[in-house]
C-alpha cells in the first residue's frame, strides 16, 4: 500500500489544493511503517446527508450510535469536507485498513506535524476527541 493510490489521488485532487499537496507529499514522505490512505475528499451536499442518515431515523434521532459518522447534517450544519477543506485518512496495519484509535492518531499526528513542518496548519479530529481520521485545515 505504500505511496499514494488511485483513490487516495482521486480525494487529495477533489479538495483545496494546499490541502491536497501537503497531504499527498505526507503521504509520499511517510516511513514504511506508518501506511495510511486518503478514503474521503470533497463531498456533495447529498453525500453529506447520507452520510448523516447513518445510525438515524427519517427525523435525524440517533436509532444506533455505533454507526454515527457525524454530526454534520449538511444543510444547517455543513461539514468542511463539502467546502473541500478536509479530508478523511485511515491507517493501514500490514497491509489491511485498520480503523482503530491507536494507529490513525499516530496517522494523523505524522499528517499534522508534517503539514506544519511545511507551513500548513491542519487541525485533526483528535481535538474534538473522536473521528481521529479527519483533518482539516485550520481556520484563520
Ligand atoms: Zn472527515
Not at 63 to 82: F, L, P
Not at 114 to 120: E, K, N
Request: proline fraction near 1%; glycine fraction near 10%; charged fraction near 25%.
Amino acid at each position: 500500500m505504500a505511496g499514494v493510490s488511485a483513490r487516495s489521488e482521486k480525494c487529495l485532487r477533489s479538495v483545496d489544493t494546499e490541502l491536497g499537496d501537503v497531504v499527498r507529499r505526507a503521504l509520499q514522505a511517510a516511513p514504511a511503517w506508518l501506511d495510511f490512505a486518503v478514503v474521503s475528499g470533497l463531498r456533495t451536499t447529498e453525500e453529506q446527508q447520507a452520510l448523516f442518515r447513518k445510525g438515524r431515523d427519517v427525523n435525524g434521532t440517533i436509532t444506533d450510535r455505533r454507526k454515527i459518522v457525524t454530526w454534520k447534517d449538511g444543510v444547517i450544519k455543513k461539514s468542511r469536507h463539502q467546502s473541500g477543506k478536509a479530508v478523511d485518512i485511515v491507517a493501514y496495519v500490514d497491509g489491511v485498513i485498520d480503523w482503530s484509535e491507536k494507529p490513525n492518531l499516530a496517522v494523523a499526528a505524522y499528517v499534522i506535524g508534517f503539514a506544519a513542518a511545511h507551513g500548513v496548519k491542519l487541525v485533526g479530529g483528535v481535538k474534538w476527541k473522536w473521528d481521529y481520521g479527519h483533518v482539516e485545515l485550520e481556520t484563520s
